[in-house]
Structure formats: structure tokens, C-alpha cells
């Protein structure tokens, strides 16, 4: 497969702004849904662990266009964030990174937004209040210190960058040190023998000795949730950002590798990596844009020639987004990639139907990251 040409990359882009810009006015003093229904966002409150990224494709558009519609509308969400995190707003959980990065912190980092600045370090004190100094790891849902929620998941890779930038925001290294501590004990446990990865890990709440993995998001507790091994690259690759560490560049290569041989012909992987080429299960799209993203992040660290194979790599996640996933009518949705999957019911796990191939917004927002990675050197949010 060849990679998504730089002229390609410029008119996804534009179409990405152009289509953003269209349903504005309908999702400004609201969020869009965490998924769509037959293709279409519903309206929704600021409540859940996704409007951050809402938010940060206004921001991305913003930043490809310098159209200043955009940055309005960001800074009015930005208010709605900040009213969040004051009144405690549903922030009993640990995705204030999901949150907070590409809204505040984005706002912060291009419009040097005083609200933003404060509701992300509000948020960053947030997520650090559910560190379990027994076993060393950031409790990712439910009450602090419960048997049945004593766990971390992978997807919280994502949300420690918001602690790397509090500590460099304050000068106070509360912040990195527990960020440091979640990342040691989360790599060392989600990654199994074989490099493919558990969703969740849970712990001893007596002693915090590692106990046990299990999925909630993925297909049964064995397989590699497709999208908790797409966090797991990126993560890795934001962890060997934030310390340099030669075992997360390692986790980073290996977990990588462990994805692309489960991915079918096209690239673009099944819910879950059990799924291979020629299944009927639905694809989850959002794991390739956020591959993407994790490999052009790790590019910026390798040698000229390792980096050159990534960043090809990356192009042909995008050109098989691009060519086959991607909205292309203004009309037809009013997402930006199609054919992702939130979550999926199976014999083995708890989940319900929620957005089964569907639009969502990470997808959508990590599909414009990648492509405006791809479009200049970007200053990132995370
Ligand atoms: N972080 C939740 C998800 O990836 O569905």
C-alpha cells in the first residue's frame, strides 16, 4: 500500500476545517455525542470523558485555517470546561487527560487562554487525587480504594501528559512524580509476554502487588483490544517523550509490531485483534488514526532511516483512512471518519452495544491529529 500524498494530507485537511466549520453554529454552546447514530451526532451536554475532543478539532481547525470563528467557539467550550471542573461535573474518574488536553491545554498552548490554564491545572489536581500510592497507579473509575475498582487501564496513557504539563506549567513536580510512577507500573503490567496488551489491571488492595488483568472494552480477557493496543502505542511513545526511558521506546517497537501483524489487508483493524482479514466483526478505525499518532510521536526520536519507515508506516494508515473511512460528502454525516467502534457486546465481557460502527469523536479528532502531524511540525497538545 503506498502512504497519503503531502497534497492528499493538505485537501483532508481542508475538508476536515470545512466540514467543522458547517456544523459549528448546532455543537458551540453544546458537545456533540460520544458516537454517532447511522452516522450523525446527537447534541449533548459537557459530561462525558470525550468533549475534549470536540473541542480539539476546533482547535485544529483553527490552527489550519487561523480562521477566528474557530477560536471562538473554542474559548466559549473553554468557559463550559472550566464550569465543569469548578462544580465537579462528572470528574470522578481519570480521564481528565482525555478531557482537559486537547480543549485547555491546546487553548492554553495557542491562544494563551487564562481560563484554559486554570481549569487544566484544576483538572490535573483532579486525576492526581486518585493516585493509590499502594500499588502506585492512578485508579481509573469508580470509588477510590474498592475491591472491584482497584485497577489502572491502558487508556490512561493518555491522560498523563496533562500531568507532565502541570508540573511544567506550576514548577511543582507533584504532578510528573505521580505521572512517572502510574507510567513504571502500568507498562510493567498491561503488557503481556506475547506484547499484546490487557485493557485493565487490577491490584491488591491490601498489599498493591499486581493481581490480575481482564478486559472490559475487549472481545474476552486474553485477546488485545484493539484500541487498548492503539493507546498502548501512543502512550508508549508519549512516555519515551516525557522520560527518555530506552524500556518504553522498547515497549513502544514491540507493541507496535504487535498490531501491525493483526491488522488485515488494509490496515484498519477489527474491534479486536482476535478479528483478522475476511471477518464480518466491525472494524474500529479510530485504533489506525491513533497508531498514527503514536508513531509519528515516536518518529521524533528515532534515527533518520527508523523514522523514515514510521512515518510511511503512518502515511498508509492515513491513506487507507483517507481513501475508505473518511466522510467525503458535507452531507452524508456530520462526523469525519466512519467505521469505528465504541464498544461491542461479546460472550465474554459486560459491555452493551454503544456505537458500533459508527463515527466518534476520537476517532474523528485523533484522524486530524494524524493528518496534521503529517501537515507541519505540530506543536502537540499531549
Ligand atoms: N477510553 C475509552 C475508550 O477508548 O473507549
Same mark, same amino acid.
Given at each position: 500500500m503506498e502512504g497519503i500524498s503531502k497534497e492528499e494530507v493538505g485537501q483532508a485537511l481542508d475538508f476536515c476545517a470545512e466540514h467543522i466549520r458547517r456544523y459549528l453554529p448546532d455543537f458551540t454552546c453544546q458537545f456533540q455525542n460520544a458516537f454517532s447514530v447511522n452516522n450523525f451526532y446527537e447534541p449533548a451536554e459537557n459530561?462525558? $470523558? %470525550?468533549n475534549g475532543f470536540w473541542t480539539g478539532e476546533i482547535w485544529l481547525s483553527y490552527e489550519h485555517t487561523k480562521d477566528g470563528a474557530f477560536r471562538q467557539a473554542a474559548e466559549i467550550q473553554i468557559e463550559s470546561f472550566l464550569d465543569r471542573i469548578n462544580r465537579k461535573i +462528572?470528574?470522578?474518574? @481519570?480521564d481528565m487527560g482525555f478531557l482537559y488536553t486537547p480543549s485547555c491545554v491546546a487553548g492554553y498552548k495557542l491562544v494563551h487562554s487564562e481560563k484554559g490554564r486554570e481549569a487544566a491545572i484544576k483538572a490535573a489536581d483532579q486525576l492526581i487525587s486518585?493516585? =493509590?500510592p499502594k500499588g502506585e497507579f492512578i485508579q481509573? $473509575? &469508580?470509588? *477510590? &480504594?474498592e475491591k472491584g475498582n482497584y485497577r489502572l487501564i491502558i487508556d490512561c496513557l493518555l491522560n498523563l501528559p496533562l500531568l507532565y504539563w502541570a508540573s511544567g506549567e506550576t514548577k511543582d513536580s507533584k504532578y510528573s512524580e505521580i505521572a512517572e510512577k502510574h507510567l513504571h507500573t502500568a507498562l510493567r503490567n498491561v503488557i503481556r509476554e506475547d506484547y499484546s496488551t490487557w485493557h485493565t489491571f487490577y491490584f491488591d488492595t491490601e498489599t498493591g502487588e499486581p493481581d490480575h488483568g481482564a478486559t472490559c =472494552? &475487549?472481545?474476552?480477557?486474553? !485477546?488485545?483490544w484493539a484500541r487498548g493496543q492503539a493507546w498502548g502505542i501512543y502512550g508508549s511513545a508519549l512516555a519515551y517523550r516525557y522520560t527518555k526511558k530506552e524500556e518504553y521506546k522498547e515497549a513502544f517497537y514491540k507493541v507496535t509490531e504487535y498490531f501491525l501483524n493483526h491488522l488485515p489487508k488494509d490496515m484498519v483493524p477489527y474491534w479486536d485483534l482476535e478479528f483478522t482479514e475476511g471477518s464480518e466483526e466491525p472494524r474500529d478505525s479510530s485504533s489506525a488514526s491513533i497508531a498514527a499518532c503514536g508513531i509519528l510521536e515516536m518518529a521524533k526520536y528515532l534515527t533518520e532511516q527508523e523514522a523514515e519507515n514510521y512515518r510511511l508506516l503512518a502515511r498508509k494508515f492515513m491513506k487507507s483512512l483517507y481513501d /475508505?473511512?473518511? +466522510?467525503?460528502? @458535507?452531507? !452524508?454525516? /456530520? &462526523? *469525519? +471518519? *466512519? @467505521?469505528? %467502534?465504541y464498544a461491542k457486546s461479546s460472550p465474554y465481557n459486560t459491555c452493551n452495544n454503544h456505537g458500533v460502527d459508527e463515527c466518534n469523536l476520537w476517532g474523528d479528532y485523533f484522524y486530524m491529529e494524524a493528518l496534521t502531524r503529517l501537515h507541519k511540525d505540530w506543536e502537540q497538545y499531549w
Open positions: 459530561d462525558d $470523558w %470525550t +462528572v470528574v470522578d474518574h @481519570h486518585r493516585y =493509590q481509573a $473509575w &469508580g470509588k *477510590l &480504594g =472494552q &475487549g472481545y474476552r480477557d486474553g !485477546s488485545a /475508505n473511512y473518511a +466522510v467525503k460528502e @458535507h452531507s !452524508s454525516s /456530520n &462526523g *469525519l +471518519v *466512519l @467505521h469505528s %467502534t
